[in-house]
């Protein structure tokens, strides 16, 4: 089971759906990705289920995509190709292989049954494309999220800020990138309840298992109502901008110089200079020490 990158349970009338990569602070592989709407899948399908709940295994959901990973990531779309110049981009493939993580993403949303996202420690980067589809999300008291790539090499590709917060506060955090605090996260509507680190899980849980009393139908017509009013919105155009501009950030000229400080200052000194300005992530003080280290582990 520690070998699996994704572990999925059924019991008690919930799947609980689990990033199992704690050593790597359960950041993003294709594996991950495919591990979890594999599992958003089987839970749909099974009659046993009556709502889901995800989540990452030890003290982190997941701090965002895997950018020192060697596993190659998977795309549906294939074309022939050229022997492409020095700094030539394909903004098609990109946009394909992004997409693909947007649409597993999106099996949350487009599930019938209720998904309820556990954040506890760190929710950095491309784990909020994630954990934003979620239907309900609950945050430990002592947990962050936000979306450091903001700063560069990234935009939302679900794009469920600005949906989830409206202008002011989207535009304050993703303008920034700044870290979002369980106390902020609550004032502002971003999550649906904070909780002690210790008691979370069981909250979650016993949450979920309730959905076992109102018709899966019920549930499933209501979900569908309230998304519909989101899609009418504009919420897959927000996406396929968002979708085609993260592609866009990774290769400009300053992408390409601070992917290069990887091999030069080494992966962890990019990060914290990125963040050090802003305070936050990793270079939060802290009176009492250093704050957890996500450095080399998130976006």
């Not at 609980?16 to 050593?23: E, F, G, K, L, V």
């Not at 420690?121 to 609950?138: E, I, K, N, P, Q």
């Not at 992530?281 to 020490?289: A, M, S, T």
Request: charged residues 25%; contains cysteine; hydrophobic residues 40%.
């Amino acid at each position: 089971m520690s070998e699996q990158p994704v572990i999925y349970e059924e019991r008690d009338g919930i799947a609980i759906i689990a990033i199992n990569r704690p050593d790597k602070k359960n950041t993003l592989t294709e594996s991950v990705v495919q591990g979890i709407a594999d599992g958003i899948d089987q839970a749909t399908r099974s009659p046993q289920v009556a709502a889901i709940v995800l989540r990452g295994v030890g003290d982190t959901f997941t701090a965002g995509y895997d950018l020192t990973s060697k596993e190659r990531w998977d795309t549906p779309y294939g074309a022939p190709s050229v022997k492409a110049r020095d700094g030539a981009w394909d903004p098609v493939r990109d946009m394909q292989f992004m997409g693909n993580n947007v649409r597993r993403f999106m099996k949350i949303w487009e599930c019938p049954k209720p998904v309820l996202g556990e954040i506890r420690g760190w929710a950095v980067g491309g784990a909020t494309d994630l954990v934003l589809c979620c239907d309900m999300l609950f945050m430990a008291s002592d947990a962050h999220i936000g979306y450091a790539p903001s700063r560069i090499y990234g935009t939302p590709t679900t794009m469920m800020w600005v949906y989830r917060l409206g202008l002011e506060h989207a535009k304050q955090f993703l303008l920034t990138g700044r870290a979002i605090d369980a106390a902020t996260a609550l004032r502002i509507g971003l999550v649906s309840y904070v909780e002690d680190p210790a008691d979370l899980s069981a909250i979650v849980e016993a949450e979920a298992q309730r959905f076992q009393h109102i018709p899966a139908n019920q549930l499933a017509l209501n979900k569908l109502l309230v998304n519909q009013a989101f899609e009418n919105m504009g919420l897959r155009t927000t996406q396929m901008l968002g979708t085609l501009f993260d592609g866009v950030t990774r290769h400009t000229e300053e992408a390409y110089r601070w992917v290069e400080g990887f091999e030069e200052k080494g992966f962890r000194e990019v990060i914290r200079e990125r963040d050090q300005p802003w305070q936050d992530y990793g270079e939060k003080p802290k009176p009492d020490g250093p704050d957890m280290d996500i450095a080399g582990k998130e976006d």
